[in-house]
């Protein structure tokens, strides 16, 4: 497996020298498309590829074939082992290997094996993972099934050679217990109600609609040597205490910055990994915070774009040990500067090439665009709830809301044509005329003159039009981006379905498509906003438009279960009320244990560390105040610091104590969800007021005796 992909050109200096070859690289550890064709009977090829295409289930004769076939495959890449992919509700993937040796034959010779059972069904035992009471252990089993959407790949690592088999993973009884069933139903559901959208527009041709994905992951690197003697870190993914760096972000001289060269390489290596598995690893640049980065892959299929950014993930995290470095997916790894996110580009799009989010150049009079605007418009404001449910993760609550993402409002930017033309439908019924973009004049002669978009750019609304898509931007940058997708098909599914159900009884089509697209247009409109979401003042006017501003995760949970999203999800066969409900458990369940963790670090360092470094500090402090003194000095200024020092150092114990009481309290509380909101409002506020006092600490004592790595080490010396 160990081929290299550089090719020497000649004796020129050794690091420039290395050209790669990118298009040999690309999928080299994938079986594509292209594989299985080449090497499959032409009639199995016909029949895999029309499952993929129209769904269905392959037949077991075909499934060996294929399953030989991938098997050889991955054997002549030097693999020994395969595994069902999955990805439980940790929001993370799951994988258990079993390697390809089959029973030794009387004359002890082994044939590696692999049937075509094992490639479409998988039975892990896997009871240890959340189902919110959908499983009890008692009656385990759960099996993963081939998503044969998403092709197979190789994973390289110091385990060896492992085939991957993208898989969903499902109850006894066939309910979710994943990340990828629901999505898979979401994009059936969406494509059935959009293609009935098209169909009234006379496009006949098309079979299915498409969801597609592109998202951009934000992540920052630090060193791994400080990352290891930072517990928060390593426990909580986030630092826990912290005082600010002299310097933050505030020259935004690191955004879009001259990469550097140990990053650079990191980046490289990345991008090689990244493209083996056929992830199209596209834009790269520093973000607005020190040490933070971003990556964006090329969009695709929706469920493809989910496996490929768990890929991204996993990857990032180990290629930077590699480097010496660790990567940090938390939202919120430091206070007081940018966290990280992840914009999730969505778009739909018919098989025979429709983008349906494409305005064209004349919007106003594209009435298929403003039918389907007008469905979205009314799919996010029905649903704004879910759709913040569905961006809510532990991490994420430090950002939304928090004055450098999104607002934990949602509400939707379409620039000033498209609002232009939402008002004109609104208030005339008509929309006879565009706000043109025009040209760009630099001013200078030798610059050309440059179309003008006729939609500038808004960075601070969570769900903005941009050109040809929507960029959710409200997501956190460790988690899956299976829940969004999920809620954005089902709730568009939902509106084009009510849409469709009206328009195909029409008597006079153009008549009741002009009166409906007025009507949602009216009716949610105020779920447009162009203005500046991070302002006071939005909020204010958010609250008067009657816009949720749901604050945090654990008050999210609650949207999951009403009767409107019930009634949502089970319409389109997405959930069952019992898969919400067990899910809301989880939800609950994985925020009190994160706080929990969180908690119990904070403890641990106060005590087995700081309070410890702080205590010898004073101690130093007194030494020089009596030695000072009976030198016949003035030891005033040593003195008036150990008063200091001792005054936040009983702070911080007092907070100390008060923590430990409240996070042994949290014991006695049984029910899941009165258990997140005691967490989320009385541990976490424990938290941050023993946070205060040791921060101030770390800026009194003398940096020799402080126990970790600093802001500035962590995030300006990686
Ligand atoms: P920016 O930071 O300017 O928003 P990037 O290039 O970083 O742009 O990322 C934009 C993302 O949107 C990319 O992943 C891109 O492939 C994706 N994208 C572009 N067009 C579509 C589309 N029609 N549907 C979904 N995603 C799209
Ligand atoms: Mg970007």
């Known amino acids: ?29 994938l079986f594509t498309v292209g594989k299985m064709k080449e090497r499959l009977p032409k009639n199995v090829f016909k029949e895999v590829r029309k499952v993929m295409d129209q769904g269905g289930e392959l037949s077991l004769a075909t499934a060996d074939v294929v399953a030989k076939a991938m098997k050889d495959w991955a054997v002549e890449h030097g693999a020994t082992h395969y595994t069902h992919w999955f990805q439980p509700l940790t929001g993370i993937t799951a994988e258990k290997h079993d390697s390809f040796v089959a029973h030794p034959d009387a004359e002890g010779r082994m044939l590696m094996e692999f049937s075509g059972k094992e490639l479409i069904k998988g ?20 099996y993963t099934a081939w998503d044969i959407t998403s092709p197979a790949f190789l994973k390289e690592d110091a385990t060896g050679v492992i085939l991957c088999i993208p898989t969903a993973f499902c109850s006894y009884k066939g309910e979710a217990l994943d990340k990828k069933t629901p999505l898979l139903r979401s994009m059936e559901a969406v494509s059935e109600q959009a293609l009935r959208i098209v169909r009234l527009f006379g496009n006949t041709e098309a079979t299915k609609v498409v969801a597609s994905v592109g998202p951009e992951q934000e992540y920052f690197l630090v060193d791994r040597e400080k990352y290891l003697k930072r517990p928060d870190l390593i426990f909580a993914g986030r630092t ?21 060269e140990r990053i650079g390489s990191f980046m490289k290596d990345l991008n090689i990994e990244l493209w083996k598995l056929g992830v199209t690893a596209k834009t790269q640049h520093n973000e607005v915070a020190p040490a933070q980065h971003e990556l964006a892959p090329i969009y695709e299929t929706a469920n493809i774009a989910v496996d490929h950014n768990q890929l991204v993930m996993e990857t990032m995290k180990k290629v930077a040990g590699r480097h010496g470095l660790t990567c940090l997916l ?27 989010l494409d305005p064209g150049d004349t919007p106003n009079e594209n009435i298929q665009f403003l039918l389907v ?58 929309a006879s005329h565009l706000v043109e973009g025009g040209k760009l004049q630099t001013g200078v002669s030798t610059l050309p003159d440059l179309e003008k978009d006729a939609t500038d750019r808004n960075r601070t609304s969570p769900f903005a039009f941009t050109g040809n898509k929507f960029e959710f931007r409200m ?21 084009f379905c009510e849409a469709a159900d009206i328009l195909e009884n029409a008597e006079d089509f153009d008549v009741a498509v002009h009166d409906l697209i007025k009507e949602y247009m009216t009716k949610h409109q105020r779920i447009v906003f162009n203005g500046d979401g991070y302002s006071e003042e939005w909020v204010k006017e958010a609250a008067r438009r009657g816009l949720p501003n749901i604050k945090s995760m654990v008050e999210a949970v609650g949207t999951l279960t009403t009767e409107k999203s019930i009634k949502l999800f089970e319409k389109f066969k997405i959930f069952t009320r019992a898969e919400l409900e067990s899910r809301a458990e989880v939800l609950y369940e994985t925020y009190s244990k994160n706080i929990n963790i969180e908690a119990l670090t904070m403890l641990d360092m106060a005590k087995k560390q700081i309070l410890p470094a702080v205590i010898g500090y004073t101690r130093s402090l007194a030494d020089t105040v009596i030695a000072v003194r009976e030198a016949g000095a003035d030891a005033a200024v040593q003195r008036d610091l150990l008063n200091e020092v001792s005054a936040k150092l009983a702070e911080a114990k007092a907070a100390l104590v008060d923590l430990e009481k409240k996070q042994a309290a949290a014991g006695a509380i049984e029910d899941q969800k009165d258990l997140a909101f005691y967490y989320k409002d009385v541990v976490r506020e424990a938290m941050a007021a023993l946070r205060t006092p040791v921060d101030e600490l770390e800026m009194l004592v003398d940096k020799k005796v402080w126990p970790f790595p600093t802001y500035g080490d962590l995030i300006f010396e990686v």
């Not at 550089?6 to 050794?14: A, L």
């Not at 979205?376 to 991490?395: C, E, F, N, W």
């Open 1 to 29: 497996m160990c081929r290299s992909y550089v090719n020497k050109q000649g004796k020129e200096d050794s690091k420039m020298s290395e050209v790669l070859n990118v298009e040999e690289i690309f999928a080299s550890n």
């Open 123 to 142: 039975e892990p035992d896997a009871s240890s993972f959340p189902s919110g009471g959908l499983r009890a252990t008692f009656e385990a089993r759960g």
């Open 240 to 260: 826990l205490f912290g005082a600010p760096a002299p310097k933050g972000q505030e020259l935004e001289d690191h955004y879009f910055g001259t990469i550097r």
């Open 330 to 356: 938390h939202e919120k790894p430091f206070a007081g500067v940018n966290g990280s996110g992840k914009h999730n580009n969505w778009s739909l799009g018919t098989d025979n090439g429709v983008n349906l």
């Open 373 to 430: 605007l007008a469905c979205i418009m009314k799919a996010v404001d029905t649903h704004a709830d879910l759709l913040r449910q569905s961006a809510s993760d532990v991490g994420n609550d430090h950002r939304l809301g928090a004055n450098e993402a999104p607002p934990a409002i949602i509400s939707m930017f379409l620039g000033e044509q498209l609002e232009d033309v939402v008002k004109q439908l609104v208030e005339t019924g008509e």
């Open 475 to 495: 997501v956190g940058s460790a988690d899956s981006i299976a829940s969004p997708n999920t809620t954005l098909n089902a709730i568009v599914a939902e509106a």
